[in-house]
Each structure stands twice: as structure tokens, then as C-alpha cells.
């Protein structure tokens, strides 16, 4: 299980998700709550991987709205 706060998002196509030490890979599911951006990022999503700290959501956001505002939580996506 991986969540934490999102410390920031830059606007762009698509836009980027900064949040040190995320500990995601390219593929993860993740449940997004509490952002501010438009469009929201709110809800399910699936993650690109860019560096130790950056991420990609693939949805283009045109307004990063209020730094340091939304969670994430990764979703179990494997059986043992």
C-alpha cells in the first residue's frame, strides 16, 4: 500500500504530479481525492512513472490550482 500528498501539479498536456519519494510505477492504480485542479484529478487513475519524485496521470490540466492540495492511494492490483 503507497499514498501520500500530492506537493504540487504543473499544468500542461498532460500535466505532472510532484510528490518526493511516491514509490509508484508505470502502471499503477492509484485513487486520486482532494485536488484542485482543472480538470479534477479526482478519482481512478493510472500512473506514468517520470522520476523518484514526478509522476504523469495522463489527463491534461489547464489550471494546477492550490499547491499541496489532494492524496493518493495506491490500489491493490495483485493476488498472492
Not at 487513475?45 to 514526478?54: E, G, Q
Request: hydrophobic share 35%.
Amino acid at each position: 500500500y503507497l499514498g501520500g500528498a500530492i506537493a504540487s501539479v504543473a499544468a500542461g498536456s498532460p500535466g505532472i504530479i510532484t510528490c518526493p519519494g511516491h514509490g509508484l510505477e508505470t502502471g499503477d492504480a492509484i485513487v486520486v481525492a482532494h485536488s484542485t485542479t482543472t480538470p479534477t484529478l479526482d478519482g481512478a487513475r493510472t500512473v506514468t512513472r517520470l522520476s523518484d519524485d514526478t509522476f504523469s496521470l495522463g489527463v491534461n490540466i489547464s489550471d494546477a490550482g492550490t499547491a499541496g492540495t489532494g492524496t493518493f492511494a495506491r490500489t491493490l492490483t495483485e493476488c498472492y
